[in-house]
């Protein structure tokens, strides 16, 4: 027996990976419904390769009664909506959007890193989907941290236009065709020109100078991963279509050698390490696209610091950093709390 699954902003970047992940990974469904806004309404959307086709419904008119699991990649207004809706009505939640994320109440999960967490899932009957620059560091962090105990943290990330959705993405492909044609170009989406540029803010900024998406990803690490940690971000955001890159220095209690680093992350769940020291020995954004791992690559000593280790860190941020992430959350869950049959 499979589940009845809801995807929630299924027209959208996120919502149709979630689609052709869940027809990847050969999800048990019994039922599956394709939702958006009004003007989506009436559309066909494809079902991953399966061949099957859905006609996608209003969000407004849809009842939750009945149904299992709902992936929610409808953003925080959405989700404040109708969020608590589906879940009183007994369909669990795994929303992608940032506004339950810190809610004491609601599991932040990675599976590969916190999967004991989910069994406080009851409570609202929502689980969070974190940040994509987040999922990824954490995927990358546990195994070390479980080996050394991880005391701090410096992260510099260099994050995709999709992970402005489909208006930043655009914004990236017009301005670069207009740069070439000698055409006008005008930010809309973005706070400064995007194509051939990098912009060093991500979200709005905060009273301490930081961004809101640099305060996400400490505070989103700290709650999946340690509260103790101490952790600085920087986030900018980079002329790359899909692919979020990270730079990550890392200091930790106990000595870990860049070569143990390696070993560890050879074998760790959700990691592929590509670390040749030599031309094109390590992954960049345009080879992560489309896959599932969490790629690390520059593994090396950092001989500033008492056990430190710097590393880069690279991933399809519509996929782990998002609709992966959402449907392994499912997986887990269903393995856990409601198992058919």
Not at 19 to 44: H, V
Request: hydrophobic share 40%.
């Amino acid at each position: 027996m499979g589940y009845r699954v809801v995807v929630a902003g299924a027209t959208g970047n996120v919502g149709r990976e979630m689609l052709n992940i869940l027809a990847e990974r050969e999800f048990p469904i019994d039922e599956l419904a394709a939702l958006a806004s009004s003007r989506s309404a009436g559309d066909t959307i494809e079902f991953g390769e399966t061949g099957k086709t859905l006609k996608v419904q209003n969000i407004e008119h849809f009842d939750p009664t009945g149904w299992d699991i709902a992936l929610f990649a409808i953003g925080t207004d959405g989700s404040k909506e109708y969020a608590p809706k589906f879940a009183a009505a007994g369909c669990v939640v795994i929303d992608n959007a940032s506004l339950y994320r810190m809610d004491p109440d609601v599991p932040l999960i990675v599976p590969e890193v916190n999967p004991d967490a989910i069994d406080g899932y009851k409570a609202r009957n929502i689980i969070a989907n974190p940040n994509c620059s987040t999922a990824q560091l954490v995927v990358a962090l546990k195994p070390l941290h479980d080996a050394a105990t991880i005391k701090r943290v410096v992260v510099s990330t260099y994050q995709s236009a999709s992970g402005a959705g489909k208006a930043g993405m655009d914004e990236l492909f017009e301005q670069s065709r207009a740069i070439f044609v000698g055409d006008q170009v005008e930010p809309r989406k973005f706070t400064k020109q995007i194509a051939f540029n990098v912009i060093p803010h991500i979200d709005k900024f905060l009273e301490d100078g930081s961004t809101k998406e640099e305060w996400k990803m400490v505070v989103e690490t700290k709650k999946i991963l340690d509260p103790k940690i101490k952790m600085s971000a920087t986030c900018v955001r980079v002329p790359v279509f899909v692919g979020h890159s990270e730079s990550i220095n890392i200091e930790m209690e106990n000595e870990l050698s860049a070569e143990d680093a390696q070993k560890i992350l050879r074998e760790a769940p959700g990691v592929m390490l590509v670390d040749k020291r030599e031309d094109g020995g390590y992954v960049t954004p345009i080879e992560c696209v489309g896959d599932y791992a969490t790629f690390v690559s520059r593994v090396r000593d950092d001989s500033t610091v008492d056990n430190g280790l710097n590393l880069w860190c690279v991933s399809d941020n519509l996929r782990k950093g998002a609709a992966l992430n959402a449907v392994q959350i499912a997986e887990l869950l269903g393995r856990r709390h409601l198992k058919k049959g």
